[in-house]
């Protein structure tokens, strides 16, 4: 995943962008970098690797020698960035979030006109790169954003900083946001809504599907209209956002107790006490405990002082190991009692089963488990929200295999997708045994999708149904 912030000001802009990126950490883990703009000194970037340190302790210095009235910058789990760049269009930076499907295709094409040669990273193009070549294949920014968002195959959403402006892209189908905020002697733009409130900025407003605006320092311009259509990710309420962020004016914490209260609704069982996965499934939690009248209670701390987040290193091993050793019993809350418990999701299904027998090795007496989303039946093509390789690392593909002697068809996986089918049926208690629950009871996709109170045909579900 990833986020990014933008800001122009009146004078130097370098704090407010310094803080705004910083409130992005929750989404990235690996790569961070900023890029400013002055008028008498002109561009200045710098790119620092997060994985073992936080982005304020990394960019300390730069917050301090930096200085400029535009800038950009941005939290990645992936590729570098933002980067300069110098093209027909002048110098600019770029940073950009989203999935390229098509890169392969785009990079020989690019190269088969003999316009462009790209530096490789680990055996893979740049798909930050990548997007500011397709733009200078046009005559203007306008136009190359535009090319650029139709040509991807996935999302793209993008900040190209230029001495003129900033220029702000949302992806075309609005799969993942992009807000402004404004204040008197400036504007910002930024992935999440809450990242500006405290620099002194109020809302300004959301742009649309497809929407391009420019913006210094004394006004914003629409340079594209917003489009008709929308898929934006609903895996942004339930996981990806923080607690006090909002998307299309629907408030993250309010959708994950409207999660949790409709997951109560259907529920049959009478546990002693609920509980949250920390930190996403907290929300969910006291949603569900609210509806149903069962205690809210923590029966394991995450200790995050100094533990990195869960899925920071390569190796699923690691991850493993320092997500389970992130949690610490409190014993009281545990022995002897029935417990339930709300993850956001089941994606391998590995790091629950630790957190299942962690509970039972403390003395549980049962362990319910009522994940905040659908079975994940496909792998997301819109978002790099997992570094799954294969469809089969989900545990949802490996239990339709098992059940059904051979990799599934379309038609099949559509069958388990139902949750008033026999199939979907016996996935799901293929898995609960699979993983030592007491009892597994997904959130259905109606119910999820009336949590989030949008127009259900404006979300994306394709990782739950495969509808695109």
């Given at each position: 995943m990833g ?6 000001s009146q004078t130097?802009c370098?704090?407010d962008?310094?803080f705004?990126i910083?409130?992005h950490s929750?989404?990235g883990?690996r790569?961070?970098g ?7 000194t002109?561009f200045?970037?710098?790119?620092h ?10 960019f300390?210095?730069?917050?301090q020698s ?5 800038g950009?910058?941005?939290?990645s789990?992936?590729e570098?960035?933002?980067i300069?760049v110098?093209?027909h ?9 989203g999935?390229?499907?098509n ?5 020989e094409?690019?190269i088969?006109?003999?316009t ?5 990273q680990?055996?893979e193009?740049?798909?930050t790169e990548?997007?500011?070549a397709?733009?200078d294949q046009?005559?203007?920014f306008?136009d190359g ?6 040509v991807v195959?996935?999302?793209l959403?993008m900040?190209v900083?230029t001495p003129?402006g ?9 799969r ?6 404004q ?8 992935f999440?809504s809450?990242?500006y409130?405290?620099l002194?900025y109020h809302?300004?407003?959301?742009l649309?599907?497809g ?5 210094d ?5 629409t340079?594209v ?8 990710c ?6 990806y956002?923080?607690?006090?962020s909002s998307?299309?004016g629907?408030?993250v914490?309010s959708?994950?107790?409207n999660?949790?209260?409709a997951?109560?609704r259907?529920d ?7 509980a949250g996965?920390?930190d996403s499934?907290?929300?969910?939690a ?6 149903s009248g069962?205690?809210f ?6 200790y ?5 987040r869960?899925?920071m290193p390569?190796?699923?091993s690691?991850r493993d190991l320092?997500?389970?050793m992130?949690?610490i019993?409190v014993?009281d ?10 993850d956001?999701s089941?994606?391998r ?6 957190t299942?027998?962690?509970l039972?090795a403390s ?5 319910h488990?009522?994940p ?10 819109y ?5 799954s ?5 989900l545990i949802?593909r490996r239990v339709?295999?098992e059940?059904?002697g051979?990799?599934p068809?379309?038609?099949?996986l559509e069958?388990y997708a ?15 045994e699979k ?8 959130h259905?996709l109606?119910?999820?999708?009336e949590?989030?109170g949008?127009?259900?045909d404006c979300l994306c579900?394709?990782?739950?149904n495969?509808?695109?």
């Open positions: 986020g990014f912030f933008g800001a122009a130097d370098v704090f962008l310094f705004g910083d409130y929750h989404l883990t790569r961070a900023m890029a400013v703009y002055s008028p008498e002109g200045d970037k710098a790119i690797n997060i994985e073992n340190a936080p982005f304020r302790t990394k300390t210095t730069e917050s930096m200085h400029g009235t535009l950009i910058g941005c939290i789990d992936y570098a960035q933002p300069l110098r093209s269009h002048g110098t600019f930076a770029i940073t950009t979030i999935k390229i499907n890169a392969n295709e785009i990079v094409d690019i088969g006109r003999g462009h040669f790209f530096e490789m680990n055996g193009v740049n798909p990548l997007v500011a397709i733009i046009k005559e203007n306008i954003i535009r090319y650029a968002q139709e195959d996935g999302s959403s900040l900083l003129r900033i220029y702000a892209a949302r992806d075309k189908l609005g993942t946001p992009v807000v402004l905020g204040k008197e002697d400036g504007y910002c733009a930024s999440e809450f990242a409130l405290n002194g809302d300004l407003r959301e649309g599907p929407e391009v605006v420019v913006f320092a004394d006004h914003v311009q340079l209209a917003p489009g008709k259509k929308m898929k934006i609903t895996f942004l309420w339930v996981y956002g923080y607690p006090s998307y299309e629907i408030s914490e959708m994950r107790y999660c949790g209260r997951l109560a259907r049959n069982v009478h546990p002693d006490i609920v996965v920390p499934g907290i929300a969910h006291i949603g569900y405990a609210n509806e069962v205690p209670s923590r029966p394991f701390i995450k995050t002082p100094t533990w990195p869960s899925f390569t190796h699923q690691k320092i997500a389970k992130k949690l019993p014993h809350l545990i022995e002897g009692k029935s417990l339930l418990l709300i956001d089941i994606v299904g590995t790091q629950l089963r630790e299942t027998e962690f039972y003395g549980a007496k049962e362990v488990i009522r905040a989303c659908p079975p994940l039946l496909f792998g997301c093509k978002l790099n929200f997992s570094r390789t294969s469809e089969m690392e949802t339709i295999k059940l059904e051979c990799d068809d379309r038609a099949t069958e139902d949750p008033d089918s026999e199939k979907y049926r016996k996935m799901v208690e293929k898995i609960g993983l030592h629950f007491t009892t597994l009871h997904y259905r109606d119910d999820m999708m949590s989030v949008i127009d259900a579900t394709y990782c739950w495969g509808k695109e």
